[in-house]
């Protein structure tokens, strides 16, 4: 890698990667978890991540590039982890726990990494329509990670966290 440009390419392919990955894993956890607030919160953020797919790929047509895929350790090591609980714990409500946990740090990653997308992109210079596709994909993250807080905070939630927690 030599210039800024290729940085750029590099990190929307892990994008792409990671993108792509987590509509299987979204569908995973929606159909796992017991909790139907968060099943369905996490099928609706599978369709977004869809939307979210079409627009890296208007990105690289953008830069007259075929989409490509590059591994990203960073999901991996979190669905890595995610199964290893999933193994070790059998209670329901516990795993819903795993699975909220894993959402949240999903998307904090996810909103991470657009916003290196769009400074690199700014710095480039690269057609606005670009940093504003990025912008969309950045955005619809960041309503999930919200959508996750309050889930995490409500109250049907609040007797699960008490019974979880030890006294």
Known sequence: MHDLRELFVHRLAQQYYVERELVETLDELARRTTND?????????????????QRLEDIFAALDRPPEARDAS??????????????????????????????????????????????IADQLGLDPEIEARLEENYEEERSAFRDLETLAAASELKSLWDRLTPS
């Open 37 to 53: 607030r968060m099943s369905q919160r996490f099928a609706e953020h599978r369709d977004e991540t869809r939307t979210q797919i």
């Open 74 to 119: 960073v999901l991996d090591g979190l669905e890595e982890d995610r199964r290893e609980l999933e193994a070790e714990i059998e209670d329901a409500d516990l795993l819903n726990m795993v699975y909220l946990d894993a959402g949240m740090r999903i998307e904090r990653i996810e909103m991470t990494a657009y916003e290196g997308l769009v400074t």
